[in-house]
């Protein structure tokens, strides 16, 4: 009997601005390897702010996407720039929930899943997945990646800001760890604040599956790749992907650092180049290069398709990873990719984080803290000198494979598995038909 899992996310192909979506692709593809026919619950592509269609050929010709109608509420409702604040809680694709549900009830008819899968980060998913589980009993697989709702053990400052939002992401996150079978994180240290903040659940509710890379992109990254790079005596580091002005990942220290480092002569634009792809924040980056007065070592380049990141990642000297202290529970995806680049990578990170802890146990990185630009000076020479002298450390072929994306499916297909075979008790409360 074909066993089939519906999946709801709004991050899919041929949206273009998140590499969120890679997660749910690479579940929908690998998954029916493993026993799994998915079953793709999305949004229409009007609501994406972007769209390529560089990866609609990923999705396997064989799996049904239904595509519900959402309306960003920022860009689709709002007048002269502003709109009724309600329209944007949890998200602004609120909208989403009615059509998703109709959609949604129209595919459980026809289809007949076994397993319900929401995913993180768009609140509205879970809360759809939430609505279908209780009307018709199905058990839920909550993908929540990284916390919805954060408090700084320190300041105690709350994200999101908005009390509104918070209240509301709240109580959807409230709602779904009490009522799906399994909550899954990308990193151990997302697991356990959510073990300790609903510490009366048991232990069992929670799962770990982290993020990894596609082989079969990057095996299409390295068919477009301009082959290796020339010997030359400038050193070329990239930044791939959203780089958020946010204290978590603000560059301002880096670019401080390049300074001093060029005005005491120990760097200089025929000798590295810092190339930031995508990073959503060129303006302001922009502004401050050129008051750093590096804008001839730093360079700020639009977004590119998939794979063709992939490939510059391929070919560049060196990777950079940014992740403040506020993130430490999480480990950017990207990172994921960088190691199957194989390239040496420059992580200004705080060293207690999960991000650092992997760095550490796979034997990878030079790693400072992300807001001290003596540190950062300082460990840029030496990560300079270690890819010049071709010591820099690379993953191993071990590490490597340990993080496939078609091993996680395999891990998701298993929680699958052990959610309907061990299903004696009733996580709905009513049954559909």
């Not at 009615?98 to 899943?113: D, E, N, Q, T």
């Not at 918070?166 to 079978?181: H, M």
Request: proline content about 6%.
């Amino acid at each position: 009997m074909t066993k089939r899992v519906l999946m709801i996310a709004y991050h899919y192909p041929p949206c273009a601005v998140s590499s969120g979506q890679q997660r749910t692709l690479s579940f929908s593809r690998h998954l029916p390897a493993y026993g799994w026919e998915p079953i793709v619950l999305t949004v229409r592509a009007s609501a994406y702010p972007r769209v390529g269609d560089d990866q609609l050929a990923d999705i396997p010709s064989m799996i049904e996407v239904a595509r519900a109608w959402a309306f960003d509420t920022v860009r689709h409702l709002s007048f002269r720039g502003r709109y009724p604040g309600w329209l944007a809680v949890p998200d602004p694709w609120i909208s989403w929930f009615v059509s998703a549900m109709l959609c949604g009830l129209k595919l459980i008819r026809k289809h007949k899943p076994r397993v319900i899968w929401s995913t993180y980060p768009i609140a509205t998913a879970h809360l759809i997945a939430l609505a279908l589980h209780r009307v018709t009993g199905i058990p839920w697989i909550a993908d929540f990646r990284d916390p919805m709702i954060e408090i700084d053990p320190v300041t105690k400052e709350r994200w999101p800001k908005d009390p509104k939002v918070w209240r509301a992401r709240e109580w959807i996150e409230r709602r779904t760890v009490l009522s799906c079978a399994r909550a899954v994180f990308v990193t151990n240290g997302a697991l356990q604040i959510y073990a300790q903040r609903y510490s009366e659940l048991p232990a069992s509710r929670w799962a770990l599956i982290a993020n990894g890379y596609s082989e079969e992109s990057f095996t299409a990254a390295e068919a477009i790749r301009n082959g290796n790079r020339p010997q030359q005596a400038k050193i070329v580091l990239l930044h791939s992907g959203v780089l958020y002005p946010s204290p978590d990942r603000n560059p301002g220290e880096f670019f401080a650092a390049l300074a001093e480092l060029r005005k005491s002569g120990k760097i200089s634009s025929g000798t590295l180049q810092i190339i930031l792809r995508a990073s959503s924040s060129e303006d302001l980056y922009r502004k401050l290069v050129l008051e750093h007065r590096i804008e001839d070592i730093v360079t700020l380049e639009p977004p590119i398709a998939y794979n063709q990141a992939l490939a510059e990642m391929l070919s560049v000297d060196g990777l950079l990873v940014f992740q403040g202290h506020d993130s430490n529970p999480a480990i950017p995806a990207k990172l994921y990719e960088y190691i199957r680049a194989r390239r040496p990578i420059f992580a200004l990170v705080d060293e207690r984080g999960d991000t650092a802890a992997l760095l550490r146990e796979a034997k990878l990185g030079t790693l400072v803290p992300l807001d001290s630009g003596d540190r950062i000076a300082a460990g840029l020479l030496d990560f300079l000198g270690q890819v010049r002298s071709g010591v820099a450390p690379v993953a191993s072929d071990e590490e490597i494979k340990r993080h496939g994306r078609r091993n996680k499916a395999s891990e998701l297909a298993c929680l699958f598995d052990e959610i309907i075979s061990g299903r004696k008790q009733n996580f709905g409360r009513s049954n559909y038909h």
